[in-house]
Protein backbone atom coordinates (compact mmCIF):
# COMPACT_ATOMS: atom_id res chain seq x y z
CA UNK A 1 0.00 0.00 0.00
CA UNK A 2 1.27 3.41 -1.11
CA UNK A 3 1.84 5.67 1.42
CA UNK A 4 0.17 9.88 -0.73
CA UNK A 5 0.39 12.93 1.18
CA UNK A 6 -2.10 15.15 0.23
CA UNK A 7 -1.19 18.84 1.02
CA UNK A 8 -4.57 20.81 0.94
CA UNK A 9 -6.89 17.87 1.16
CA UNK A 10 -9.57 19.07 2.78
CA UNK A 11 -9.71 21.70 0.04
CA UNK A 12 -12.17 21.64 -2.89
CA UNK A 13 -9.83 19.73 -5.15
CA UNK A 14 -7.89 17.57 -2.65
CA UNK A 15 -10.75 16.05 -1.35
CA UNK A 16 -12.28 15.15 -4.33
CA UNK A 17 -8.46 13.24 -5.07
CA UNK A 18 -8.40 12.06 -1.64
CA UNK A 19 -12.05 10.25 -2.60
CA UNK A 20 -10.01 8.39 -5.57
CA UNK A 21 -6.90 7.79 -3.35
CA UNK A 22 -8.84 5.53 -1.03
CA UNK A 23 -10.75 3.77 -3.33
CA UNK A 24 -7.59 2.65 -5.27
CA UNK A 25 -6.42 1.25 -2.06
CA UNK A 26 -3.72 4.19 -1.14
CA UNK A 27 -2.65 5.27 2.60
CA UNK A 28 -3.92 9.19 2.35
CA UNK A 29 -2.83 11.77 5.35
CA UNK A 30 -3.72 15.03 4.67
CA UNK A 31 -1.80 18.33 5.82
CA UNK A 32 -4.05 21.07 5.99
CA UNK A 33 -4.23 24.33 7.96
CA UNK A 34 -8.22 24.68 7.58
CA UNK A 35 -7.55 28.69 5.94
CA UNK A 36 -10.08 27.94 3.18
CA UNK A 37 -11.73 24.92 4.32
CA UNK A 38 -13.34 23.00 7.17
CA UNK A 39 -12.07 19.59 9.15
CA UNK A 40 -15.77 17.89 8.52
CA UNK A 41 -14.72 17.38 4.78
CA UNK A 42 -13.10 14.67 6.24
CA UNK A 43 -15.93 12.73 7.37
CA UNK A 44 -17.82 13.50 4.18
CA UNK A 45 -14.90 11.87 2.31
CA UNK A 46 -15.04 8.77 4.87
CA UNK A 47 -18.86 8.82 4.02
CA UNK A 48 -18.83 8.47 0.64
CA UNK A 49 -16.05 6.21 0.43
CA UNK A 50 -15.91 4.22 3.73
CA UNK A 51 -12.71 4.82 4.89
CA UNK A 52 -11.28 7.75 6.85
CA UNK A 53 -8.02 9.67 5.60
CA UNK A 54 -4.99 10.48 8.54
CA UNK A 55 -5.13 14.29 9.08
CA UNK A 56 -2.31 16.11 10.41
CA UNK A 57 -3.13 19.79 11.23
CA UNK A 58 -0.28 22.23 10.20
CA UNK A 59 0.28 24.72 8.25
CA UNK A 60 3.16 24.60 5.53
CA UNK A 61 4.42 28.34 6.13
CA UNK A 62 5.89 26.19 10.22
CA UNK A 63 9.00 24.97 9.15
CA UNK A 64 9.33 22.79 11.80
CA UNK A 65 5.70 21.21 12.08
CA UNK A 66 6.35 20.35 8.58
CA UNK A 67 9.69 18.99 9.14
CA UNK A 68 8.82 17.02 12.06
CA UNK A 69 6.14 15.62 9.70
CA UNK A 70 8.47 14.01 7.23
CA UNK A 71 10.91 13.20 10.05
CA UNK A 72 8.23 11.22 11.69
CA UNK A 73 6.55 9.50 8.54
CA UNK A 74 7.28 7.03 5.46
CA UNK A 75 5.91 8.77 2.88
CA UNK A 76 5.80 7.20 -0.76
CA UNK A 77 4.35 10.27 -2.47
CA UNK A 78 2.65 13.93 -2.32
CA UNK A 79 -0.05 15.57 -3.94
CA UNK A 80 0.41 19.76 -3.32
CA UNK A 81 -2.46 21.20 -3.37
CA UNK A 82 -2.12 23.81 -0.39
CA UNK A 83 -2.27 27.04 -1.74
CA UNK A 84 -3.94 30.28 -1.85
CA UNK A 85 -6.07 30.38 -4.85
CA UNK A 86 -7.91 34.08 -5.20
CA UNK A 87 -6.68 36.26 -8.35
CA UNK A 88 -8.50 39.38 -7.16
CA UNK A 89 -7.30 38.79 -3.49
CA UNK A 90 -3.80 38.35 -4.85
CA UNK A 91 -3.40 41.68 -6.10
CA UNK A 92 -4.83 43.23 -2.83
CA UNK A 93 -2.28 41.43 -0.56
CA UNK A 94 0.47 39.79 -2.41
CA UNK A 95 2.91 39.33 0.23
CA UNK A 96 0.37 36.94 1.68
CA UNK A 97 0.29 34.80 -1.09
CA UNK A 98 3.70 35.29 -1.61
CA UNK A 99 4.94 33.93 1.52
CA UNK A 100 1.83 31.05 1.48
CA UNK A 101 2.49 29.55 -1.75
CA UNK A 102 5.76 30.10 -1.91
CA UNK A 103 7.44 29.41 1.40
CA UNK A 104 4.98 26.38 2.14
CA UNK A 105 6.25 25.05 -0.70
CA UNK A 106 10.15 25.61 -0.33
CA UNK A 107 9.13 23.75 3.06
CA UNK A 108 7.82 21.32 1.56
CA UNK A 109 10.65 20.24 -0.41
CA UNK A 110 13.64 20.76 1.93
CA UNK A 111 11.93 18.25 4.33
CA UNK A 112 10.64 15.66 1.74
CA UNK A 113 14.34 16.17 0.34
CA UNK A 114 15.94 15.56 3.62
CA UNK A 115 13.73 12.21 4.53
CA UNK A 116 14.10 10.60 0.92
CA UNK A 117 10.65 11.37 -0.61
CA UNK A 118 11.42 12.55 -3.66
CA UNK A 119 8.07 12.63 -5.80
CA UNK A 120 5.80 15.07 -5.82
CA UNK A 121 2.17 16.13 -7.99
CA UNK A 122 2.19 19.73 -7.77
CA UNK A 123 -1.51 22.11 -8.38
CA UNK A 124 -0.49 24.43 -11.33
CA UNK A 125 -3.18 25.99 -13.47
CA UNK A 126 -3.64 27.30 -16.99
CA UNK A 127 -2.76 30.74 -15.61
CA UNK A 128 1.16 30.34 -16.34
CA UNK A 129 -0.15 30.75 -20.13
CA UNK A 130 -0.79 34.43 -19.53
CA UNK A 131 -2.04 36.44 -21.98
CA UNK A 132 -0.03 36.00 -25.78
CA UNK A 133 -0.41 32.37 -25.95
CA UNK A 134 -3.14 31.47 -28.62
CA UNK A 135 -5.26 28.67 -27.60
CA UNK A 136 -5.57 25.36 -27.80
CA UNK A 137 -2.44 25.15 -24.98
CA UNK A 138 0.25 23.28 -25.18
CA UNK A 139 2.37 22.55 -22.52
CA UNK A 140 5.86 24.01 -24.66
CA UNK A 141 4.16 27.60 -25.05
CA UNK A 142 6.18 30.31 -22.98
CA UNK A 143 4.83 30.93 -20.17
CA UNK A 144 4.05 33.87 -17.68
CA UNK A 145 1.79 35.97 -15.07
CA UNK A 146 -0.58 38.71 -14.70
CA UNK A 147 -0.97 39.04 -10.87
CA UNK A 148 0.86 37.60 -7.51
CA UNK A 149 -1.13 34.14 -7.85
CA UNK A 150 -0.39 33.20 -11.09
CA UNK A 151 3.45 34.07 -10.15
CA UNK A 152 3.38 31.69 -7.72
CA UNK A 153 2.71 29.01 -9.64
CA UNK A 154 5.34 29.93 -12.12
CA UNK A 155 7.81 30.53 -10.09
CA UNK A 156 6.67 27.17 -8.03
CA UNK A 157 7.25 25.57 -11.62
CA UNK A 158 11.03 27.23 -11.60
CA UNK A 159 11.54 26.00 -8.36
CA UNK A 160 10.72 22.44 -9.27
CA UNK A 161 12.38 22.57 -12.51
CA UNK A 162 15.57 23.78 -10.95
CA UNK A 163 15.19 21.43 -8.25
CA UNK A 164 14.83 18.21 -10.96
CA UNK A 165 18.22 19.45 -12.25
CA UNK A 166 19.72 19.53 -9.27
CA UNK A 167 19.36 15.75 -8.01
CA UNK A 168 18.54 13.18 -10.61
CA UNK A 169 16.26 11.29 -7.96
CA UNK A 170 13.30 13.94 -7.59
CA UNK A 171 10.52 13.32 -10.04
CA UNK A 172 7.90 16.08 -10.54
CA UNK A 173 4.74 16.55 -12.58
CA UNK A 174 3.04 20.18 -12.48
CA UNK A 175 -0.92 19.53 -13.66
CA UNK A 176 -1.83 22.69 -15.34
CA UNK A 177 -5.50 22.50 -14.16
CA UNK A 178 -7.93 24.72 -16.37
CA UNK A 179 -11.28 25.27 -15.25
CA UNK A 180 -12.65 22.80 -12.36
CA UNK A 181 -16.03 22.60 -11.54
CA UNK A 182 -18.69 20.66 -10.36
CA UNK A 183 -18.62 18.20 -7.15
CA UNK A 184 -18.61 14.18 -6.22
CA UNK A 185 -22.40 12.95 -7.83
CA UNK A 186 -22.66 11.93 -3.98
CA UNK A 187 -23.61 16.04 -3.33
CA UNK A 188 -21.20 15.23 -0.42
CA UNK A 189 -18.09 17.08 -1.15
CA UNK A 190 -17.75 19.88 -3.72
CA UNK A 191 -16.97 23.71 -4.09
CA UNK A 192 -19.36 26.24 -1.26
CA UNK A 193 -16.61 29.38 -1.29
CA UNK A 194 -17.54 32.18 1.33
CA UNK A 195 -18.89 35.67 0.25
CA UNK A 196 -20.14 36.46 -3.17
CA UNK A 197 -17.91 34.13 -5.42
CA UNK A 198 -15.54 35.11 -7.84
CA UNK A 199 -15.42 31.81 -10.59
CA UNK A 200 -18.27 31.78 -12.34
CA UNK A 201 -20.58 28.62 -11.99
CA UNK A 202 -20.34 28.94 -7.93
CA UNK A 203 -21.52 32.56 -9.11
CA UNK A 204 -24.52 30.93 -11.07
CA UNK A 205 -25.08 28.09 -8.53
CA UNK A 206 -26.16 31.45 -6.18
CA UNK A 207 -28.40 33.03 -8.85
CA UNK A 208 -29.57 29.40 -9.56
CA UNK A 209 -30.89 28.83 -5.67
CA UNK A 210 -31.90 32.73 -5.43
CA UNK A 211 -29.14 33.73 -3.13
CA UNK A 212 -28.04 36.75 -5.83
CA UNK A 213 -30.18 38.02 -8.37
CA UNK A 214 -28.68 37.78 -11.31
CA UNK A 215 -25.25 36.77 -13.21
CA UNK A 216 -22.93 39.80 -14.37
CA UNK A 217 -21.62 38.50 -18.21
CA UNK A 218 -17.84 39.99 -18.04
CA UNK A 219 -18.25 41.36 -21.64
CA UNK A 220 -20.03 39.78 -24.95
CA UNK A 221 -17.38 42.35 -27.20
CA UNK A 222 -14.79 39.11 -27.41
CA UNK A 223 -13.52 37.28 -30.81
CA UNK A 224 -15.50 34.10 -29.73
CA UNK A 225 -18.36 32.57 -31.31
CA UNK A 226 -21.67 34.70 -28.76
CA UNK A 227 -18.56 37.29 -27.71
CA UNK A 228 -18.33 35.87 -24.14
CA UNK A 229 -15.06 34.60 -22.76
CA UNK A 230 -14.63 30.74 -23.99
CA UNK A 231 -12.98 28.26 -20.85
CA UNK A 232 -11.97 24.71 -20.74
CA UNK A 233 -14.42 23.73 -18.26
CA UNK A 234 -13.48 20.52 -16.53
CA UNK A 235 -15.23 17.75 -13.93
CA UNK A 236 -13.34 18.06 -10.51
CA UNK A 237 -13.93 14.38 -10.26
CA UNK A 238 -12.06 13.60 -14.04
CA UNK A 239 -9.13 16.30 -12.62
CA UNK A 240 -8.86 14.28 -9.49
CA UNK A 241 -8.16 11.34 -11.00
CA UNK A 242 -6.04 12.86 -13.15
CA UNK A 243 -3.66 12.75 -10.20
CA UNK A 244 -3.70 9.38 -9.82
CA UNK A 245 -2.10 8.71 -13.10
CA UNK A 246 0.28 11.36 -12.80
CA UNK A 247 1.93 9.51 -9.47
CA UNK A 248 2.16 6.47 -11.59
CA UNK A 249 3.92 8.23 -13.99
CA UNK A 250 6.11 10.08 -11.66
CA UNK A 251 6.94 6.35 -10.53
CA UNK A 252 8.47 5.04 -13.43
CA UNK A 253 10.05 9.09 -14.88
CA UNK A 254 12.90 11.17 -13.17
CA UNK A 255 13.11 14.75 -13.96
CA UNK A 256 10.24 17.63 -13.92
CA UNK A 257 7.36 17.60 -16.81
CA UNK A 258 4.32 19.55 -17.04
CA UNK A 259 0.84 18.75 -18.22
CA UNK A 260 -2.64 19.97 -19.10
CA UNK A 261 -5.49 18.89 -17.55
CA UNK A 262 -8.46 20.13 -19.65
CA UNK A 263 -10.78 18.77 -21.74
CA UNK A 264 -9.85 20.25 -25.14
CA UNK A 265 -13.16 21.70 -25.54
CA UNK A 266 -14.15 25.34 -25.07
CA UNK A 267 -17.75 26.72 -23.81
CA UNK A 268 -18.82 30.05 -23.58
CA UNK A 269 -19.93 31.84 -20.21
CA UNK A 270 -23.47 31.83 -22.22
CA UNK A 271 -23.19 28.41 -22.94
CA UNK A 272 -22.18 27.18 -19.19
CA UNK A 273 -25.50 29.34 -18.13
CA UNK A 274 -27.80 27.55 -20.15
CA UNK A 275 -26.30 24.08 -19.39
CA UNK A 276 -26.92 25.17 -15.47
CA UNK A 277 -30.15 26.35 -16.92
CA UNK A 278 -31.16 22.91 -17.97
CA UNK A 279 -29.62 21.47 -15.00
CA UNK A 280 -31.33 23.31 -12.61
CA UNK A 281 -34.76 23.81 -14.63
CA UNK A 282 -34.82 27.31 -13.64
CA UNK A 283 -34.41 30.35 -16.16
CA UNK A 284 -31.39 32.32 -15.06
CA UNK A 285 -31.34 35.92 -14.92
CA UNK A 286 -27.91 37.78 -16.35
CA UNK A 287 -26.86 41.34 -17.08
CA UNK A 288 -24.11 41.71 -19.37
CA UNK A 289 -21.30 44.25 -17.41
CA UNK A 290 -18.12 45.46 -18.49
CA UNK A 291 -15.02 43.08 -19.15
CA UNK A 292 -12.90 41.84 -16.14
CA UNK A 293 -9.18 43.16 -15.83
CA UNK A 294 -6.92 40.32 -16.77
CA UNK A 295 -9.55 38.07 -18.70
CA UNK A 296 -8.39 36.58 -21.80
CA UNK A 297 -10.74 35.54 -24.70
CA UNK A 298 -10.64 32.45 -24.80
CA UNK A 299 -8.42 29.51 -22.76
CA UNK A 300 -8.56 25.83 -23.74
CA UNK A 301 -5.92 22.71 -23.31
CA UNK A 302 -3.96 20.56 -26.31
CA UNK A 303 -4.96 17.63 -23.40
CA UNK A 304 -2.76 15.57 -25.97
CA UNK A 305 -0.13 15.18 -23.76
CA UNK A 306 -1.99 14.01 -21.12
CA UNK A 307 -3.41 11.47 -23.02
CA UNK A 308 -0.23 10.10 -24.30
CA UNK A 309 2.10 10.07 -21.47
CA UNK A 310 -0.43 10.01 -18.45
CA UNK A 311 -3.03 7.66 -20.24
CA UNK A 312 -5.48 9.96 -18.93
CA UNK A 313 -8.28 12.48 -20.40
CA UNK A 314 -11.59 13.81 -19.29
CA UNK A 315 -14.87 12.37 -19.63
CA UNK A 316 -17.82 14.10 -18.45
CA UNK A 317 -19.54 16.66 -20.34
CA UNK A 318 -20.70 20.29 -19.56
CA UNK A 319 -24.29 19.44 -18.92
CA UNK A 320 -23.17 16.41 -16.46
CA UNK A 321 -20.59 19.05 -14.46
CA UNK A 322 -23.32 21.61 -14.24
CA UNK A 323 -25.76 18.73 -12.52
CA UNK A 324 -23.69 17.73 -9.85
CA UNK A 325 -22.65 21.30 -9.28
CA UNK A 326 -26.38 21.70 -8.78
CA UNK A 327 -27.18 18.58 -6.50
CA UNK A 328 -24.27 19.54 -4.38
CA UNK A 329 -25.51 23.21 -4.42
CA UNK A 330 -29.09 22.02 -3.31
CA UNK A 331 -27.41 19.78 -0.48
CA UNK A 332 -25.56 23.00 0.85
CA UNK A 333 -27.59 25.96 0.13
P1 LIG B 1 -9.00 25.21 -1.92
O1 LIG B 1 -8.77 26.57 -1.34
O2 LIG B 1 -10.35 24.62 -1.84
O3 LIG B 1 -7.97 24.16 -1.27
C1 LIG B 1 -6.68 24.53 -0.83
C2 LIG B 1 -6.44 23.89 0.53
O4 LIG B 1 -5.12 24.22 0.98
C3 LIG B 1 -7.41 24.37 1.61
O5 LIG B 1 -7.93 23.26 2.30
C4 LIG B 1 -6.54 25.25 2.52
O6 LIG B 1 -7.01 25.22 3.86
C5 LIG B 1 -5.18 24.58 2.35
N1 LIG B 1 -4.01 25.47 2.59
C6 LIG B 1 -3.73 26.67 2.02
N2 LIG B 1 -2.57 27.14 2.48
C7 LIG B 1 -2.08 26.22 3.34
C8 LIG B 1 -0.90 26.13 4.14
N3 LIG B 1 0.01 27.11 4.15
N4 LIG B 1 -0.70 25.03 4.90
C9 LIG B 1 -1.62 24.02 4.90
N5 LIG B 1 -2.76 24.06 4.19
C10 LIG B 1 -2.98 25.14 3.42
O7 LIG B 1 -8.49 25.28 -3.45
P2 LIG B 1 -8.72 24.26 -4.65
O8 LIG B 1 -9.67 24.87 -5.60
O9 LIG B 1 -8.97 22.90 -4.12
O10 LIG B 1 -7.28 24.34 -5.32
C11 LIG B 1 -6.24 23.44 -4.98
C12 LIG B 1 -4.97 23.86 -5.70
O11 LIG B 1 -5.23 23.88 -7.10
C13 LIG B 1 -4.46 25.24 -5.33
O12 LIG B 1 -3.05 25.21 -5.29
C14 LIG B 1 -4.94 26.10 -6.49
O13 LIG B 1 -4.11 27.22 -6.68
C15 LIG B 1 -4.84 25.13 -7.65
N6 LIG B 1 -5.73 25.48 -8.76
C16 LIG B 1 -7.07 25.63 -8.54
C17 LIG B 1 -7.91 26.00 -9.60
C18 LIG B 1 -9.38 26.18 -9.37
O14 LIG B 1 -10.04 26.78 -10.24
N7 LIG B 1 -9.96 25.70 -8.27
C19 LIG B 1 -7.38 26.18 -10.89
C20 LIG B 1 -6.01 26.01 -11.09
C21 LIG B 1 -5.19 25.65 -10.01
N1 LIG C 1 -17.31 35.29 -15.61
C1 LIG C 1 -18.44 36.07 -15.74
N2 LIG C 1 -19.11 36.40 -14.62
C2 LIG C 1 -18.73 36.04 -13.37
C3 LIG C 1 -17.57 35.24 -13.24
C4 LIG C 1 -16.88 34.89 -14.39
O1 LIG C 1 -18.81 36.44 -16.85
O2 LIG C 1 -19.38 36.41 -12.38
C5 LIG C 1 -16.58 34.86 -16.82
C6 LIG C 1 -15.14 35.33 -16.89
O3 LIG C 1 -15.07 36.62 -17.45
C7 LIG C 1 -14.50 34.24 -17.74
C8 LIG C 1 -15.29 32.97 -17.37
O4 LIG C 1 -16.52 33.44 -16.80
O5 LIG C 1 -14.72 34.49 -19.10
C9 LIG C 1 -14.59 32.11 -16.33
O6 LIG C 1 -14.21 32.88 -15.20
P1 LIG C 1 -13.72 32.21 -13.84
O7 LIG C 1 -13.48 33.33 -12.87
O8 LIG C 1 -14.65 31.14 -13.42
O9 LIG C 1 -12.36 31.48 -14.27
P2 LIG C 1 -11.02 32.06 -14.91
O10 LIG C 1 -10.83 31.38 -16.24
O11 LIG C 1 -11.00 33.53 -14.90
O12 LIG C 1 -9.91 31.58 -13.87
C10 LIG C 1 -9.93 30.30 -13.23
C11 LIG C 1 -9.29 30.42 -11.85
C12 LIG C 1 -7.84 30.78 -11.99
C13 LIG C 1 -7.15 29.77 -12.86
C14 LIG C 1 -7.85 29.67 -14.20
C15 LIG C 1 -7.24 28.57 -15.05
O13 LIG C 1 -9.95 31.42 -11.10
O14 LIG C 1 -7.23 30.76 -10.74
O15 LIG C 1 -9.24 29.38 -14.02
O16 LIG C 1 -7.25 27.38 -14.33
F1 LIG C 1 -5.88 30.16 -13.07
Known sequence: MRHIVVTGGAGFIGSHCCVELLEAGDQVTILDNFCNSKPETLDRIAEIIGKRPDLVELDLCDEQATEQFFATHTVDAVIHFAGLKAVGESCQIPLTYYHNNLTGTLNLLRSMGAHGCKRLVFSSSATVYGMNNTAPFTEDMPTSATNPYGWTKQMIEQILMDTAASDPEWSFVALRYFNPIGAHPSGLIGEDPNGIPNNLVPYIAKVACG???????????????????????????????????????????????????????????????????????????????????????????????????????????????????????????
Not at 253 to 273: M, Y
Request: hydrophobic share 40%; proline share 3%; aromatic share 8%.
Open 211 to 333: QLAHLNVFGNDYDTPDGTGVRDYIHVVDLAKGHLCALDYAETAAGFCAVNLGTGNGASVLEVLHAYEEACGKTLPYVIAPRRAGDIATSYADPSKAKTLLRWEAKSDLLTMCKDSWNFTLKHQ
